[in-house]
């Protein structure tokens, strides 16, 4: 007797009416907020004329999710209804399929319901992850040809970035969906009698068995076509023996004829499956026989044979063996990321004196940059910031100006909102978002000029008509006519801002405080920027999306206003080019008299076939990373281009996206994608905006990384690695682990025709400190050029980390320095710049000192140079003019070939060394400290020179201790035991330096 189970408790009317309304409630909410967040992007693309890219992707992802959803649910819905319409009519009795019954009883009422449902909610998922593939949609639709092949199968490389990522996509849609119809089939026929675990006869019908079977042989169908996918994909992957990304030996040779293999194998299993299981035996025996030999080929095909080729016939030799596919790597990674036409040019630096030329040179030396936009960040908000809440963000840009016909570098910042920093009465509501709605003025100061004691000297950004400042210029020489900043880097998400009056003259916006008078003046916005919110609709719309009722209630928002959001420029592009990785370091430009944002955009794919693959997070950090610049997402690419230029307006928010690489097919199949006309052609370029155009700094990491390994084009010698190449630490923290950051510089490097506006990067040899090569990246005739000047192996010349340590522990000029640091100050340093010039090397490191005082800013006190070596020549002088007069009267006094000793003057004939302000000869006690101090100084070069830390460190530990012996010694031997004696160039005696400095 079969106890029957006592039927599910129905829910009660008042209990179904309450879950009606709260699941009624949940989607209205959730429609309503999808709709206002469409309604209002909607709004914000069509202020900046940009309706085709929302329109583009809102339909690329509907139409993405209703196929691959609907299709998916038909094809599992369908399996289901299939299965459901072949169950058997008449079934054994057995104790299974009694306890069955009771799970067909509750389905077979509403079998279409539960189908339905079931269908719908694998649907829904599939939809929601096809949308998020518009991007590789759009490119498959749009693509076209790169005219470059590849190196195995002679096809376009077009195929792998276009066609190969979206049908890898499709291919595992299939398997889920295939997958998903077996499942669900194999349940319903268990459910409805088709498949018995007990009971006498078959434990499966025929119409079960071929439809099961069906599926299992279009799963193995699939396969097949992954493998022939796949033999394209080895391309994409990690060669293991060589180290190195696409196909290698053992991959071209084994692996891939394998694939092949076991692809035919794969429709010969399909076939048998269908045949042996329906026509012939009729059972699952050797359909089962068919998918154990693809397993076990598989594993013996596809992983034991390419195994023992990788490591009996590669390994042994790999060398050889891998030799053209390295070279394969090689060509495709400087094909992918533009380093084919690198410039290499050998630069001996065998030049170790200072040449007289220095003095007389009008192309290096006048141009070099003293500021350094990372520490006077701090000068120009203090001098140049006027209120509290007036902010220049962390690090400051680079870039170059002609005033009075002379072309040199400016260190610029924009006075921007900083809405963290206004007080408590000013964040309210009113004023957060109607009063303080902009900033003032770009603020620059050439960067090679100091006054007043080391400020920057400004030319421009001034509140008033005229320069308050004595430190300053008495005119703007960087004039702007709309010198308003509405949209700036200081900008966050929830920073928008209300603008627009109902009556003419009735100025609510705080302009800029009037110097002269010590009053403020105010302003109402007058651009065309904004959207509209003059309408009640408007109004109720947009306090739902911000939740905030003000914009109903306030007076402030009248029917004039406009709401002014995604304000900060890089956000703004990254929104109507969402196909773009962009740059971490915007940087703002006077162009045509108004504020121009200037923002690199890239184009990127990660299927380029045998390039070397890098993550942009890991490979663009350095120092400045998150301060003043943003970090790259993590992304893996193998192909880069700096396709676009982006223009952001600082007052009115208009976007401009200009095509900058007319070569780029990826850029090419974007565009068309979105009507043809998103991105203005180069030509449409203004003059005036392209002469602001600089090298991108993301772009150049990317590619200075890279050359440090695949500057070697030699198979043989990229295998063994030994001229390998890294990028040195920050030279005044090397312990950090922080990468140096390349530099702008306005400078000429050998075998240039004059000054050009470049970033530069020095790298120093794998595991050593010495200097490798100088890269440098600039355009020339509106084209990018990476130039290489790489320096003989076995160079005397130091690296960056080297020569500051070298300047630093100069006894003379550490004695200096000490002066200069104290409890009530600081110093910091500088970029350390290294110049090419006269067949050696020029190093510029400027010296800054920052009181430890409240609201303190740093200073330029004095100039750290050295030539040649990094360490036989040093000088730390007032400013730039005085040092490279010392550095060249050093180079006179010291014979051919010969260094000087440490401290800038020559040991008298006794030997014994004469005291740091180079008077008197020394005697008795200070005789033998100062020859302790340079026995230790020697010590420590040699330390260097052979590179064990172990003895470097005590060697530093002894030059410590000699050098606090001399100077207990200097206080002895003074008079009455005094302080002791200054040396040359002390910061107490200097004059400040003058804006020709």
């Known amino acids: 007797m079969v106890m029957r189970s006592s039927p599910l408790p129905r829910m009660s009317r008042r209990g179904r009416v309450t879950i009606g309304v709260l699941v009624g409630v949940f989607v209205l909410f959730t429609l309503l907020g999808w709709g206002v967040q469409a309604w209002t992007d909607w709004l914000w693309f069509q202020e900046v004329r940009y309706t085709q890219v929302f329109t583009g992707v809102l339909v690329t992802r509907l139409l993405l999710f209703l196929t691959v959803g609907v299709g998916l649910a038909l094809f599992v819905g369908g399996n289901l209804w299939l299965a459901y319409r072949l169950r058997p009519m008449l079934r054994p009795h057995s104790l299974e399929q009694a306890t069955l019954e009771r799970y067909r009883m509750l389905i077979s009422p509403r ?182 030999l693809l397993g076990v080929s598989a594993v013996a095909i596809g992983g034991i044979y390419p195994w023992a080729v990788q490591t009996f016939e590669v390994k042994p030799s790999a060398r050889d063996k891998e030799a053209p596919f390295i070279e394969r790597s090689i060509t495709a990674t400087r094909t992918a990321f533009e ?405 702008y510089l306005f400078t000429q490097f050998p075998g240039q025709e004059s000054p050009r506006f470049q970033l530069t990067a020095a790298v120093t040899p794998n595991g050593r400190q010495n200097l490798a090569a100088l890269i440098s990246g600039s355009y020339v005739d509106g084209r990018p050029q990476l130039e290489v000047l790489e320096l003989p192996d076995q160079t005397r010349v130091s690296g960056p980390v080297q020569v500051h340590q070298q300047m630093t522990n100069n006894a003379n000029i550490r004695q200096q320095l000490n002066l200069l640091s104290s409890n009530q100050a600081q110093v910091q340093y500088g970029n350390l710049l290294s110049l090419p010039f006269g067949d050696g090397m020029l190093y510029v490191e400027p010296v800054y000192v920052k009181s430890n005082q409240q609201d303190a800013y740093p200073l330029l006190q004095k100039v750290l140079l050295s030539y040649g070596d990094g360490g036989s020549y040093v000088v730390l002088a007032d400013n730039i003019t005085d040092g490279i007069k010392q550095l060249v009267d050093q180079g006179k006094r010291a014979a051919p070939g010969t260094p000087p000793p440490a401290d800038d003057t020559p040991p008298p004939p006794g030997g014994t060394p004469p005291p740091p302000g180079g008077t008197a000869p020394l005697t008795g006690e200070l005789a033998a400290a100062a020859e302790r101090v340079q026995s230790a100084i020697v010590e420590v070069k040699a330390a260097q020179t052979s590179g064990d830390f172990e003895r470097y460190g005590r060697a530093l530990k002894a030059l410590d201790e000699a050098m606090t012996a001399f100077q207990q010694a200097q206080r002895t031997a003074a008079p009455g035991g005094g302080a002791a004696p200054t040396p040359s160039g002390s910061p107490s005696g200097s004059p400040a330096p003058s804006p020709n400095a």
């Open 111 to 292: 079998i279409g319901t539960w189908i339905s449902l079931t269908a719908a909610v694998l649907g829904l998922f599939a939809g929601l992850s096809a949308q998020g593939r518009w991007n590789q949609w759009l490119l498959f639709r749009n693509g076209g040809s790169f005219g470059v092949k590849d190196p195995e199968f002679g096809v376009d490389v077009g195929f792998y970035v276009f066609q190969l990522p979206f049908l890898r996509y499709l291919l595992g849609v299939g398997f889920t969906a295939v997958v998903l119809a077996l499942l669900g089939a194999l349940a319903a026929h268990y459910v409805f009698g088709g498949v018995r675990l007990q009971g006498v006869g078959d434990r499966m019908t025929n119409a079960a068995r071929a439809h099961l079977s069906t599926l299992v042989a279009v799963f193995v169908l699939l396969k097949a076509v992954a493998y022939v996918l796949d033999r394209r994909a080895m391309l994409l992957e990690y060669n293991e023996g060589a180290k190195l990304y696409g196909a290698g030996y053992a991959d071209v040779n084994a692996l891939l004829p394998a694939k092949e293999i076991l692809a035919w194998i794969s429709v010969v299993v399909a076939i048998a499956i269908i045949v042996f299981s329906n026509a012939v035996m009729r059972n699952l025996v050797w359909p089962g026989i068919s998918l154990a």
């Open 339 to 743: 380093l084919a036409d690198t410039k290499t040019t050998g630069y001996a630096a065998s030049n170790l004196r200072p040449p007289a030329s220095l003095a007389s040179d009008t192309a290096v030396v006048p141009n070099v940059r003293l500021l350094d936009p990372q520490l006077v960040s701090e000068t120009y908000t203090q001098l140049q910031q006027v209120r509290g809440f007036y902010d220049f963000g962390p690090k400051l840009d680079i870039d170059r100006y002609s005033v009075a016909n002379k072309t040199s570098d400016y260190v610029v910042g924009v006075r921007e909102i900083n809405y963290n920093e206004l007080t408590d009465q000013q964040s309210n509501w009113i004023n957060k978002h109607t009063v303080y709605t902009h900033g003032y003025g770009l603020v620059a100061a050439p960067a090679n000029q100091v006054v007043c004691g080391g400020q920057p000297y400004f030319v421009s950004g001034f509140l008033g008509e005229k320069a308050q400042e004595a430190c300053s210029s008495q005119a703007e020489q960087i004039p702007a006519s709309q010198p308003r900043i509405y949209y700036g880097e200081r900008m966050g998400p929830n920073d928008y801002a209300i603008v627009g009056q109902s009556e003419a003259g009735k100025h609510a916006e705080f302009d800029r405080p009037t110097p002269t008078t010590g009053g403020e003046q105010y302003y109402t916005y007058t651009g065309e920027g904004g959207v509209e919110i003059g309408s009640f609709t408007r109004r109720l719309l947009y306090a739902i999306k911000e939740q905030e009722t003000n914009f109903l209630l306030s007076e402030a928002v009248n029917d004039n206003s406009r709401l002014l959001y995604v304000r900060n420029p890089r956000d703004r592009v990254e929104k109507v080019a969402p196909f773009l990785t962009l740059d971490g370091d915007p940087y703002p430009a006077v162009v045509g008299g108004r504020v121009q944002w200037i923002i690199d955009g890239y184009t990127t794919a990660a299927t380029y076939p045998y390039a070397e693959r890098v993550n942009l997070q890991t490979e663009t950090a350095d120092e400045l990373t998150n301060r003043g610049t943003f970090q790259l997402a993590r992304e893996n690419v193998n192909y880069m281009r700096n396709s676009v230029k982006a223009t952001v307006d600082a007052y009115d928010g208009t976007v401009r996206l200009y095509e900058f690489d007319e070569d780029d097919p990826v850029l090419k199949a974007w565009n068309k994608a979105f009507g043809g006309d998103l991105v203005l052609p180069k030509s449409a370029i203004p003059a005036e905006l392209a002469a602001h155009f600089r090298y991108p700094v993301d772009m150049f990491k990317v590619q200075r990384n890279l050359l440090t390994k695949f500057h070697v084009t030699e198979p043989g010698d990229f295998y063994s690695g030994q001229d390998f190449w890294q990028v040195p630490n920050v030279p005044d923290a090397p312990d950090s682990g922080q990468k140096q950051p390349p530099y």
